[in-house]
């Protein structure tokens, strides 16, 4: 299996939401944000220029692995976001 990158534009990572996030993205997501120029992006940033509160993003996966908001993305990363959880 090849390891392809989550967008097909290098200059740009893809941000998805699970749950009743989803709905937080423009058209139910996902969306691609571009990477700033000459500087990094962090998952903190990406959330929010994604337009999803802060607050509502219980866990980011990038990678298939859990990531902390100062996780820095790479060109054609994708990361997942997710909303808590209640249940019982």
Request: hydrophobic share 40%; charged share 25%; with cysteine.
């Amino acid at each position: 299996m090849l390891d392809r990158p989550a967008t097909s534009d290098p200059g740009k990572v893809r941000v998805k939401a699970l749950g009743l996030l989803g709905r937080r993205l423009p058209g139910g997501g996902p969306v691609e944000v571009p990477l700033p120029e000459g500087r990094a992006l962090t998952v903190r940033e990406a959330v929010r220029l994604a337009g999803l509160p802060d607050e509502e993003v219980f866990v980011v996966i990038v990678g298939g692995r859990r990531v902390p908001p100062d996780h820095v993305l790479a060109p054609g990363d994708e990361m997942v976001c997710v909303p808590p959880v209640a249940g019982g």
